[in-house]
């Protein structure tokens, strides 16, 4: 059964980076017919896609994110990461890690980032 | 980018009553469309995709239909498990785009 799993602090100060990695089990991450994708959720507002990581290393992201966003693919150890910089009380969100063929078939649970000093 | 936009923004129903729910990209999408379920304190939940296909264990009594610029979620007879909030997505042109979100409450 795939399973995806956020991790990463819970509390980040204003303008430092965000750094979440997410840990596939029951998949490869490898695989070429999948993306691997990061979406949040602010407080009370829509979903929100920040961007996609092929396993290659190849990566799509959400022009709203340029110029603070890097994503890179671990495939020796399964897994994905973001970092977001300079980071703002706007950027407080649940963060989700999420598989897409095309659509997002599995979710991560979810890991709540609050900025705040 | 491709704007969503869902209606009604919330509604209010009963157990048993048929509920729909539309969603209108900004410019057409064909159908690059999926469904999503989300309830708090768990991970959102595709209901379909491809803008009809029902995703795997999903109930058939979910359906969707659509294709171009207007979009439908259908619930035939609504559950009590299914009081939570959905979500449309397009994914046939980037950035990747979630509509607003419709709530369904109990009434």
């Known amino acids: 059964q795939l399973q995806l799993q956020e991790s990463g602090p819970g509390l980040v100060k204003p303008s430092e980076t965000l750094s979440l990695t997410c840990t596939v089990s029951g998949a490869s991450i490898s695989s070429t017919s999948h993306y691997w994708g990061w979406i949040r959720q602010p407080p009370g507002k829509a979903l929100e896609w920040i961007g996609n990581?092929?396993?290659?290393?190849?990566?799509l992201s959400n022009p709203s994110f340029h110029g603070r966003l890097t994503m890179s693919v671990d495939p020796s150890k399964n897994q994905f990461s973001l970092e977001l910089t300079s980071v703002t009380a706007a950027d407080t969100a649940v963060y989700y890690c999420?598989?897409?063929?095309?659509?997002?078939?599995?979710w991560g649970q979810g890991i709540l980032v609050t900025v705040s000093s | 980018a491709i704007q969503l936009t869902q209606s009604p923004s919330s509604l209010s129903a009963s157990i048993g009553d048929r509920v729909s729910i539309t969603c209108r990209p900004s410019q057409g999408i064909a159908g690059g469309l999926a469904w999503y379920q989300l309830k708090p304190g768990k991970p959102p939940k595709v209901l379909i995709y491809d803008a009809s296909t029902l995703a795997s264990g999903v109930p058939s009594r979910f359906s969707g239909s659509g294709f171009g610029t207007e979009f439908t979620l259908t619930i035939s007879s609504l559950q009590p498990e299914d009081f939570a909030t959905y979500y449309c997505q397009q994914y046939n042109i980037y950035p990747l785009t979630f509509g607003p979100g419709t709530t369904v409450d109990i009434k």
């Open positions: 999420a598989r897409r063929p095309h659509y997002f078939d599995y």
């Open positions: 990581i092929f396993y290659s290393g190849s990566t």
